[in-house]
């Protein structure tokens, strides 16, 4: 599959803020942080291309099930099974990128500008991650992956 994803360069900041600092909440991957982000860039519809790019993520540090949901993003986005198949692998990791690229931006004007008003970094992850669902609306993930496949 994809060897390798490529992290936007103007971005690194978000890596490091959210990787590594053991007195806050952290991600333990880099490949967890790429994930969350293309999926909320997939999520407000927004992909960013972006041509200047720090050190790629190898594909073997994303866990089996965040190889899985990026695949998904992809084929969702595509409406295509054929770009599953490794000589598609440079389209896909394209797609990916540009919705993680969005995600990021988003995470970054978000969650970090409310931790740095004081929000614990809990709760302006929360906040992002449910700010599209209504108070009290019940989500299960059979209904998540439904909405998805949907689109």
């Not at 994303?62 to 992809?74: C, G, S, T, W, Y």
Request: aromatic share 10%; with cysteine.
């Amino acid at each position: 599959m994809v060897r390798r994803v490529r992290r936007p360069k103007d971005k690194d900041h978000i890596f490091t803020e959210y990787w590594g600092n053991e007195k806050k909440l952290n991600f333990d991957r880099f490949g967890d942080i790429f994930t969350l982000a293309a999926c909320l860039g997939y999520y407000h519809k927004e992909s960013i291309p972006f041509e200047k790019t720090s050190e790629p993520i190898d594909w073997r540090f994303f866990r089996e099930k965040a190889q899985d949901i990026l695949k998904m993003l992809a084929l969702v986005d595509t409406e295509d099974p054929a770009i599953l198949l490794e000589e598609n692998n440079e389209e896909m990791s394209t797609i990916i990128e540009g919705y993680a690229n969005a995600g990021l931006k988003i995470l970054d004007e978000k969650a970090l500008k409310q931790e740095q008003a004081g929000k614990a970094r809990v709760d302006s992850l929360l906040n992002l991650v449910y700010s599209p669902y209504e108070p009290g609306e019940s989500r299960n993930p059979e209904d998540i992956i439904k909405e998805l496949m949907s689109e």
